[in-house]
């Protein structure tokens, strides 16, 4: 019986093959390789420096050495120099991971005033781009933000913000400074406000407390007195006018009435002792994107009288997108 005859592979077929297959699995490698590398780019963290540099540069100009700030020239060609007073990035692997921060101006000129951006990047879970929401505000009064007056707030598992602490005046005797509470998150591809809340009243008189006191106590005892006697002028004046009246020909066209002379003398109060604060908390944050709402309590004194000791519970309307602040917190 005749054997089947053996299929002969040549060495070069079996290298061809070998190369084939060498080839082959290089290949799914290098694309694994690069699948990876791409994953890799958009996992990684936002290179902060360099991104915050070209952020400032391209919103406010060029940065000064001298300054150690950039330089901004705002429409009305007054000059700023603009520093970033808060930065923070999330790493959690979450919705709301990101870079955030903001900047603050100074005016040049020494003058009341201020500006403010708050930033936030994030990167594009598709491409790996970097995107950015801001919000730039300038203002003719008050006084530029400092680190100490920023807070970064999570408001619900996919959202944080921040709250900035407005602030109205340079502190001064016998002058009264408020601080507003400005509560600020992305949303979208904007940067809006949520609410805006008393957070602080102060007045130092130029003398104590009880000396104010006493001062204010005389001025308005004078000034009961001055709208008495001007109420006494006037009703007089009235009497007169209508005496007058009555003699005069019936014929004669009738006279207009004298306009009410003024009672209320117009002078400033003095100031008095005023140290009276709204202090907010929030809630644990819970899975579910539900917003916390704030908790406000108020306390100290004001108009140099102590406040009752009060509280809020401030809650957000997801459908208009704010926190329903009540009239009585908000200031006027």
């Known amino acids: 019986m005749q054997e089947p005859a053996k299929t ?16 082959g699995l290089l290949f799914f490698v290098l694309i694994g390789w690069f699948a990876f590398d791409s994953w890799r780019e958009r996992q990684a963290p936002i290179p902060e420096a360099e991104t915050i540099e070209s952020i400032m540069g391209a919103t406010y100009g060029r940065y000064d050495e001298e300054q150690k700030g950039w330089l901004y020239v705002g429409n009305d060609k007054r000059s700023y120099v603009v520093r970033v007073v808060h930065q923070v990035q999330l790493q959690d692997k979450r919705p709301g991971d990101g870079l955030y921060f903001v900047a603050s101006g100074t005016p040049l000129d020494g003058q ?18 970097l995107e950015q ?28 913000g921040w709250v900035l602490k407005q602030q109205s005046e340079q502190e001064a005797p016998d002058t009264t400074v408020s601080i507003t509470n400005v509560v600020l998150a992305p949303r979208d591809a904007a940067i809006v406000e949520l609410a805006r809340f008393r957070a602080a009243t102060t007045t130092k008189p130029s003398v104590s407390c009880a000396q104010a006191d006493e001062r204010h ?27 007058a009246s009555g003699a005069a020909s019936s014929q004669e066209e009738p006279q207009e009435e004298p306009e009410d002379a003024e009672t ?56 208009a997108f704010v926190y329903l602040v009540p009239d009585e917190l908000k200031r006027h």
């Not at 002969?8 to 080839?23: D, L, M, N, T």
């Not at 539900?290 to 309590?297: D, E, G, I, M, S």
């Open 112 to 129: 009341p005033g201020h500006l403010y951006g708050v930033f936030q990047v994030t990167r594009n879970a598709q491409t790996g781009e």
């Open 8 to 23: 002969v592979v040549s060495p070069v077929r079996k290298h061809v093959v070998r190369a084939f297959a060498v080839v």
């Open 217 to 243: 106590a005389k001025w308005q005892a004078r000034m009961e007195k001055e709208v008495m006697e001007a109420e006494e002028a006037a009703e007089e004046a009235a009497s007169a006018a209508s005496s």
């Open 133 to 160: 929401v801001a919000l730039s505000e300038r203002s003719d009064w008050g006084v530029p933000l400092t680190p100490e007056r920023v807070r970064f707030e999570a408001l619900s598992d996919v959202v944080w």
């Open 264 to 319: 209320v003398p117009d002078a400033e109060p003095p100031a008095r002792c005023d140290a009276a604060t709204w202090t907010y908390r929030t809630d644990p944050i819970r899975d579910g994107g539900a917003f916390t709402p704030l908790h406000v309590r108020q306390s100290g004194m004001l108009d140099g009288q102590p406040l009752p000791e009060k509280s809020w519970k401030i809650v957000f309307d997801p459908k």
